[in-house]
């Protein structure tokens, strides 16, 4: 089991900026580098969806709500994973949760980070 250990969650108003942090403490660089990286959200009776996703080379996947507002990067040495937020809105509250992807059996995610988006 790969742990992922997120950070940045909060509450902001709507236009606010929030950067989510993820990292894999216990795995190796090399290892790291298998994974697919990702940020998924899910709000409560809804399916969990697809934020944003980059691979080890920094080729990038994005939700189209969120193209142009939000942008997902990586840092392999420090196993690091990072979602910047910006012109948040209600509807981004969600809970955010990183994910480490390397195949159908091979699939992780953190605890997940609340993100509330109101005035």
């Known amino acids: 089991q790969v742990l992922l250990v997120e950070s940045g969650g909060g509450a902001v108003q709507p236009g606010g900026s929030l950067r989510l942090s993820c990292a894999a403490p216990r795995l190796i660089t090399s290892t790291f580098s298998r994974y697919v990286m990702g940020w998924y959200r899910q709000v409560q009776g809804k399916q969990r969806e697809l934020v944003a996703d980059?691979?080890?080379?920094?080729?990038?996947n994005y939700l189209d709500s969120v193209k142009g507002r939000f942008t997902i990067s990586r840092d392999n040495s420090r196993k690091k994973v990072y979602l910047q937020m910006n012109g948040l809105t209600p509807d981004d509250t969600a809970i955010y949760y990183c994910?480490?992807?390397?195949?159908?059996?091979?699939?992780?995610w953190g605890q997940g980070t609340q993100v509330t988006v109101s005035s």
């Open positions: 994910s480490a992807f390397g195949g159908p059996d091979d699939h992780h």
């Open positions: 980059i691979t080890y080379r920094g080729r990038t």
